[in-house]
């Protein structure tokens, strides 16, 4: 199942036909090798073999190899830039088209196909950026199989992803890749997700836990129901995440791009202008002034300026996918540069979600013999508070009692018997409802520190109490800590009662905090900030969190994994489920900016100077475009792949 071929239907639909790929690759590398064949020839009959004559003089021979080089690698771009002109556009191919062209009646052929030349050479580059990221997405169409091996009436067929329904079971052996996202029905098995989160420890699942599709099944055998459709699954939300992201663009790549619609046409205008004042006002030959005017169209050529912007926000999201972060459009990047504000979720942002047992304290002051009993008791729950009293007997080594009479009161607690004795365990109001004395002042100072309370005792007397609290993030500290010196406000917005968030803001050294806030609440208070004009991000479980997401100026989930909610409500997500990930974005969002504005300010200088030299007679051709416009764009599409680089915060 794992080494058959991938769906080409799904491929086709994001144009990402590999084998089209390869053909224009390679095409165009022909072109490439041709093109610099006879460029090499016309420059050596032009500077070189000065004394060979045969039929006809040097020059000549010069200015046909040249004439080759515009039309093998020009003849698309010349075409292009022609048909464009009849629909009344003017573009960039057609200016590169009109100073080649132009260039050969002024007797200098060779420049012109120099130009033409390494502007193709130029569109190549911006193609082999582009692909640098549409790859990362075609990788991720691969890592689910097209096939799944379906449990149909006690037997085994195979069928193709999209014949697949909900409900139907699947069955994986070790090394299988998740076709689809279910949940297992049979069986235990170590599952690799570093596709989907890029963390490189297996994850354990077992009986009723989520598996994704594109995941690999280790080392155990599986049965999964299917739970999504091949169109729902989680791999499927992420790749169209992906492909809109570089559709979608930023503020200022929207300024650009409407620049560069009149930037074209008035370049051209201003060339003719060159070629007519020259002469008239300044005495310069018609001939001189011609050669100017055909510089001013190569020097002018917006291909850095173009790239300045699309070729950053294509890094810096593929820097982010790198890193586990999904980033919806290069606008959020964009707008991270304008917030001063972030407002945290508590329960599985700042916390892990996942109570823990902080202190057992026995009220006679000697055993605590009672666990076995209690650790008998919460097996027979499934309460978040249970688990976590089973799992810290189980660090304890503590083995359960056998309980028989078990019952959930609920809102209250559980109750159970043990020879005989009947025991409970819960909050205060259960055993208030006994009539046994609450010990409220040695509950109290637990409580402040926004801890949990459980109490346990049997109906004549209270033996003990444990205390539970949700697990901080290691990373929530250092996080915060970074925040403050970027001089950024930290705030949670948060469900939870005032002590518990509190004891959170006390421990994180929050600036300010929110609590018993339902959903709409949260939103309101996110809305307050926008309105005022305080760029803020809201980052949450994607859940509950859903309005102050939507509502925020960048709404960020933590978690991605499995919450349909966040993927389709957030405007970044989390994928590691690691808070440390909010430094990184942050990172790529600063140096993505910084790196938009030196491809813009390099571009515009060096372009503006190069006008100058080329309107006193200072520039030709040949350096026009080697530094003016060949070595600007590849100095922009160089600048940009650093994104790439940025390190991960730690």
């Not at 239907?9 to 490439?32: A, G, M, Q, V, Y």
């Not at 014949?163 to 998740?178: A, C, N, R, T, W």
């Not at 939103?523 to 509502?551: C, F, H, R, S, W």
């Amino acid at each position: 199942m794992t080494d058959g071929n991938f769906c080409s239907t799904c491929l086709d639909e994001i144009d990402l036909d590999e084998e089209t790929e390869i053909s224009n690759k390679r095409k165009n590398i022909l072109i490439i090798t041709i093109s610099s064949f006879f460029l090499t020839l016309s420059i050596l009959f032009e500077f070189i073999f000065l004394n060979f004559e045969f039929i006809f003089d040097n020059f000549i021979y010069s200015q046909i190899f040249a004439g080759f080089v515009v039309l093998i690698s020009g003849f698309n771009i010349i075409i292009d830039g022609f048909k464009n002109l009849v629909r009344k556009k003017i573009t960039i191919d057609l200016l590169m088209s009109t100073a080649a062209i132009g260039s050969f009646f002024i007797g200098h052929g060779g420049e012109g196909a120099a130009a033409m030349f390494l502007f193709f050479l130029v569109e190549y580059l911006e193609e082999y950026a582009s692909d640098r990221s549409k790859k990362s997405i075609t990788s991720l169409m691969k890592i689910a199989p097209e096939t799944a091996i379906i449990k149909k009436n006690g037997l085994y067929e195979e069928m193709h992803t999209h014949d697949v329904l909900k409900g139907d079971i699947f069955q994986l052996k070790p090394g299988d890749s998740m076709p689809l996202d279910g949940v297992i029905v049979r069986g235990s098995s170590s599952i690799n997700e570093s596709s989907l989160t890029g963390e490189s420890v297996p994850v354990f699942k077992k009986l009723g836990d989520e598996v994704f599709a594109g995941t690999v099944n280790l080392n155990g055998y599986l049965e999964v129901e299917v739970t999504k459709t091949s169109e729902q699954r989680l791999l499927a939300k992420i790749q169209n995440i992906i492909i809109n992201a570089r559709k979608e663009k930023s503020d200022i790549e929207k300024f650009v791009n409407r620049f560069a619609k009149f930037y074209t046409p008035s370049v051209i205008l201003i060339a003719i202008l060159v070629i007519i004042i020259l002469p008239v006002f300044f005495q310069v030959p018609l001939y001189d002034s011609i050669y100017r005017g055909l510089t001013f169209l190569v020097i002018s050529c917006p291909c850095a300026l173009a790239l300045s912007t699309p070729i950053s926000i294509i890094s810096a999201l593929t820097s982010g996918a790198k890193n586990g972060i999904l980033i919806k459009g290069g606008k959020y990047i964009e707008e991270l540069n304008n917030i001063n504000t972030f407002a945290f979720d508590k329960t599985g942002t700042l916390t892990e979600g996942i109570l823990e047992v902080k202190d057992i304290i026995s009220f006679d002051g000697i055993s605590n013999d009672w666990l076995e009993i209690v650790a008998g008791l919460e097996t027979l729950s499934e309460h978040p508070i249970s688990k976590a009293i089973v799992r810290e007997a189980k660090n304890r080594k503590v083995e359960p009692l056998n309980i028989v009479g078990f019952k959930s009161i609920t809102g209250k607690g559980v109750s159970g018997e043990f020879k005989g004795q009947r025991y409970y365990l819960g909050n205060k109001k259960l055993f208030q409802e006994l009539e046994l004395v609450v010990p409220e002042n040695t509950m109290a100072p637990f409580m402040q520190e926004g801890k949990t309370v459980v109490l346990f005792g049997n109906n004549k007397e209270l033996i003990g109490m444990i205390s539970l609290r949700d697990k901080v993030r290691d990373e929530s500290r250092k996080v915060i800590d970074e925040l403050k010196n970027r001089k950024i406000k930290s705030l949670i917005i948060s469900g939870d009662n005032q002590k518990t968030v509190n004891a959170i803001q006390k421990n994180l050294g929050i600036d300010e905090i929110y609590y018993e806030l339902k959903p709409d609440e949260k939103q309101n208070v996110i809305k307050n900030y926008v309105e005022n004009g305080k760029g803020i991000v809201m980052v949450g479980d994607g859940v509950n969190d859903a309005p102050a997401l939507a509502t925020s100026n960048v709404g960020i989930a933590m978690g991605g994994i499995g919450s349909d909610i966040s993927l389709e409500t957030a405007d970044i997500i989390l994928m590691k489920d690691n808070l440390s990930d909010l430094i990184t974005l942050l990172n790529i969002s600063k140096k993505t900016s910084r790196n938009i504005k030196e491809n813009i300010y390099l571009a515009i200088t060096i372009k503006f100077l190069f006008l100058i030299l080329t309107f006193f007679g200072y520039m030709n051709l040949w350096i026009a475009l080697g530094f003016g416009d060949l070595g600007v764009t590849f100095i922009v599409i160089l600048n940009a792949f650093r994104i790439s680089f940025i390190r991960k915060f730690r």
